[in-house]
């Protein structure tokens, strides 16, 4: 079972910028694709990017596409969301995920951090 765990979220300012960590404690992260969500109050899970096992295969979601950078490092079982020019809309917590294959669908999705929040201000 692979246990994941989000960090680096905060309070910014509109433009501002923030760079979130998930963190695996599983040798055997590199076989898993990793994916980012996003769950703001009273809406759905939303997908916000993928990177593959060797990240070889990337995808974003066309609302952060731009502004957020998705990169791994196996060696050091981490996976990042560098994300720029944050806008209030960017506001929820946001998750890490784990799942055999690159799907975009978050009950296809494994294994799941508990969430870091992300608070844009305007």
């Known amino acids: 079972q692979v246990q994941l765990v989000e960090s680096g979220g905060g309070l910014v300012q509109a433009g501002g910028s923030l760079r979130l960590s998930c963190a695996a404690s599983?040798?055997?992260?590199?076989?898993?694709?990793i994916g980012w969500f996003r769950q703001a109050p009273g809406k759905e899970r939303e997908f916000v990017a993928v990177?593959?096992?060797?990240?070889?295969?990337?995808t974003y979601s066309d609302s952060v596409k731009g502004r957020f950078t998705i990169s791994r490092d196996n060696a050091k079982n981490t996976v990042a969301l560098q994300m720029n020019s944050l806008k209030p809309e960017d506001t929820a917590v946001y998750f890490c995920?784990?799942?055999?294959?690159?799907?975009?669908?978050?009950?296809?999705?494994?294994?799941w951090g508990k969430g870091t929040q992300v608070t844009v201000s305007s």
């Open positions: 599983e040798r055997t992260f590199s076989r898993y694709v």
């Open positions: 995920a784990a799942a055999p294959n690159v799907v975009f669908t978050a009950r296809l999705y494994d294994y």
């Open positions: 990177i593959s096992t060797w990240g070889g295969t990337i």
